[in-house]
């Protein structure tokens, strides 16, 4: 069933994504950002439940948004490397967002477009949010880029330890033969323009990545997402059957 | 989420009995006070220290909560929580905001609260140990808030009383929240309803100790009252509290931990047992079982945000002049 | 204390047709951050359409002490149309 697969791999990064920023909520650098964060991680679990919901009506198994989201494992996660990389520092977390949001608003923008209503109806409020998330973490990445001489080292520590995830951003995973869901590969040049024009003002430089890691549409991810899961997972999965 | 009674604010002022007698004057024809308006040195101390440790409370409050997020049950209540946490921090900010405009800088209050000079609300001292805990938060602690909040709308000093309107507003659902999630959870499996009655039992005292010292015993609370800063006494809203959660627990089936807990039809409310103040004053002077952690994480991301904070402000001077550079 | 955030004021116009109006304070460190946190922390349920946001330093108050001066002097009553005595018959006017 290509479209529940597709629809899984879009929810998974979704919620990795939102679960990673709502782990900031009460730690951020400012009490402003306390508030922006979590608007951010709202946004992404609002869009993973819809797309959950969806996908279980898909599927016709009776699974609703929380089965798929709290009872699978990390092999059946179908989430991008790039969602499940840990927070690291300030710098890390803004420029996971902005790699996102930025491969995000071009793929809702087409999605306007489907013939899908659900997808249809998906992308017109998430283009927005993904908007405001491109601002957001693009006004930060610029800031550190271009601030201190330990902003800006932090920020190229970032960019070596995320550029090599965002060319699975672009594989058609589940989605190959999904005609309801937009063409991942002719996204790039969009989003190599809104990163060229940001790092651009942060005095950054977008590199060549010879060996790009891939692997998470397989459910082949790095090691920290299932502590992630552990964690996310752990309440619900200890009284089977319970509603919450 | 929360003001605990007022502790240990010095109202003694130096003005002329002139002076005093104008200022109570108006205060008494319930007129606001803004923040240039000429005010007792007492009024503004005891303001900058009960809008301080209410801030501080918000932005603790913050963490014992959010120490769930992470952990949700389901994503709907993830959401839901996450969005209270974030509400939790909005509180802060607007109350920091009020008490700046009395002349001190939020970064000044944060130091004083890294360095445990500034005292917060104890209840944030406790752990949060189970998902319950969510629940009995929400509806026992912003219960216990919304009953000190609501009447500090009418406070004499103006932007405490437009923060507070807005933190009354926003918070309605915090309460139904956490009810909703013990509702839920007396209803569900025996370990679900296990889980709410043990989360019941170890936060129903600290939340009506969230009141404060008994009226005998509040040694501030009469210049406060004829500021109009507070409007009811301690033991009023506890009264309040108590009379208000009593029937809600029972109609979900929950035990209040307090054998003591008796109807007084001659009152018309219910006769609480002792509170262990004892464990009150400890828990106050920062010997609660979460105090360090709590001190220790917000130090933490204080700290750690620094280099964040510096590189913002080194951009806007760059901007600045390279705005100017071009004019 | 150096080294610390400006203070903004924040204004919202909660819809077209009203002015803006003051709703709180923000800390950022400039106007496009500032605008992002006013966003973030005082629209989050729908509150407005647009946001003014004004360094609070910018900000020129009028003396509480000259209250008296500003805003009482002798009512000029002849300023409000009850001043004027029209008879009845000729309608509202």
Same mark, same amino acid.
Request: glycine content about 14%; some cysteine; hydrophobic content about 30%.
């Given at each position: 069933m290509p479209l529940f697969e597709a629809l899984l791999e879009l929810a998974d990064d979704h919620v990795v994504l939102g679960h990673r920023v709502s782990e900031w909520c009460g730690h951020a650098p400012m009490l402003e950002e306390d508030l922006a964060m979590p608007n951010m991680a709202l946004d992404l679990i609002g869009t993973a439940r819809t797309l959950y919901e969806y996908a279980g009506k898909v599927e016709?198994?009776?699974?609703?948004e929380d089965d798929l989201a709290y009872l699978r494992g990390e092999r059946e996660y179908r989430n991008c490397l790039l969602v499940e990389?840990?927070?690291?520092?300030f710098a890390q977390t803004m420029l996971r967002q902005l790699y996102f949001a930025a491969f995000m608003e071009p793929y809702w923008t087409a999605a306007a477009?489907?013939?899908?209503e659900t997808i249809r109806g998906v992308a017109g409020k998430a283009v927005k949010e993904m908007a405001y998330h491109i601002r957001h973490a693009g006004e930060w990445v610029i800031r550190l880029g271009d601030g201190t001489g330990e902003s800006a080292r932090r920020m190229a520590e970032a960019v070596e330890n995320l550029?090599?995830?965002?060319?699975?951003?672009?594989e058609a995973g589940s989605?190959?033969?999904?005609?309801?869901?937009?063409?991942?590969?002719?996204l790039r040049p969009a989003w190599e323009a809104t990163i060229d024009h940001i790092f651009g003002e942060a005095g950054l430089s977008r590199p060549v990545i010879p060996h790009p890691q891939t692997g998470g549409r397989n459910g082949?991810?790095?090691?920290d997402l299932g502590h992630m899961l552990a964690v996310m997972q752990s309440t619900h999965r200890a009284h089977p059957g319970a509603t919450w | 989420m929360y003001s605990q009674g007022?502790? %240990?604010?010095?109202?003694?002022t130096g003005e002329t009995p002139e002076f005093l007698e104008a200022f109570q004057k108006r205060i008494d024809a319930e007129e606001k006070i803004e923040p240039n308006d000429a005010m007792p040195e007492g009024y503004r101390r005891t303001l900058i220290r009960q809008i301080g440790q209410h801030a501080h409370s918000e932005i603790v409050g913050m963490l014992p909560e959010g120490n769930w997020i992470t952990r949700a049950p389901s994503l709907r209540r993830k959401a839901a929580l996450l969005a209270k946490v974030q509400d939790e921090g909005g509180h802060g900010l607007y109350l920091y905001a009020a008490a700046e405009?009395? %002349?001190?800088s939020r970064e000044e209050m944060t130091e004083e609260l890294h360095s445990g000079k500034a005292k917060y609300s104890s209840?944030?001292?406790?752990?949060?140990?189970?998902?319950?805990d969510i629940g009995a938060i929400g509806w026992l602690v912003d219960g216990a808030a919304i009953m000190n909040q609501i009447p500090l709308?009418?406070?004499?000093f103006g932007p405490y009383a437009r923060a507070m309107i807005r933190v009354c507003k926003e918070e309605s659902f915090h309460q139904r929240q956490g009810y909703e999630i013990m509702m839920e959870l007396a209803g569900g499996t025996p370990e679900q309803k296990e889980m709410a009655q043990d989360a019941l039992n170890r936060w129903w005292w600290p939340s009506i100790m969230m009141? %404060?010292?008994h009226d005998a015993d509040s040694q501030h609370s009469d210049q406060s009252m004829a500021w109009k800063?507070?409007?009811?006494?301690n033991d009023e809203l506890r009264q309040k509290f108590i009379d208000a959660t009593v029937p809600q627990a029972e109609f979900i089936g929950l035990k209040m931990?307090?054998?003591?807990?008796?109807?007084n039809e001659e009152k018309g409310g219910y006769d609480h047992g002792p509170i262990d103040w004892d464990e009150f004053w400890r828990v106050v002077k920062g010997? %609660?079982?979460?105090a360090r952690d709590r001190i220790r994480d917000r130090r933490k991301a204080w700290e750690d945000g620094a280099w964040v904070r510096e590189a913002a402000l080194a951009h806007a001077e760059k901007r600045r002049a390279r705005k100017i550079a071009a004019e | 204390m150096a080294n610390e955030m400006p203070l903004w004021e924040v204004f919202i116009r909660?819809?077209?047709?009203l002015s803006h109006k003051h709703c709180g304070s923000i800390h950022a460190a400039d106007e496009v951050m500032a605008l992002q946190a006013a966003r973030d922390v005082?629209?989050?349920?729908?509150?407005?359409n647009s946001i003014w946001v004004v360094l609070s330093s910018a900000i020129t108050a009028s003396d509480p002490d000259q209250a008296g001066e500003n805003? $009482?002097?002798? $009512?000029?009553?002849?300023?409000?149309?009850?001043f004027y005595e029209i008879p009845e018959e000729v309608g509202n006017m």
């Open positions: 016709g198994q009776g699974r609703g990389r840990r927070n690291g520092d477009d489907s013939a899908d550029h090599l995830y965002t060319d699975e951003l672009f989605a190959a033969d999904v005609d309801v869901l937009p063409d991942r590969a002719a082949v991810h790095g090691e | 007022l502790i %240990g604010a010095d109202g003694s405009t009395l %002349g001190v209840i944030f001292n406790y752990p949060t140990l189970t998902w319950a709308c009418r406070c004499s009141f %404060g010292p800063i507070k409007r009811f006494s931990p307090d054998p003591d807990l008796t109807w010997h %609660g079982p979460m | 909660p819809r077209n047709g005082y629209t989050r349920r729908g509150e407005g805003f $009482e002097p002798g $009512e000029k009553i002849y300023r409000h149309p009850t």
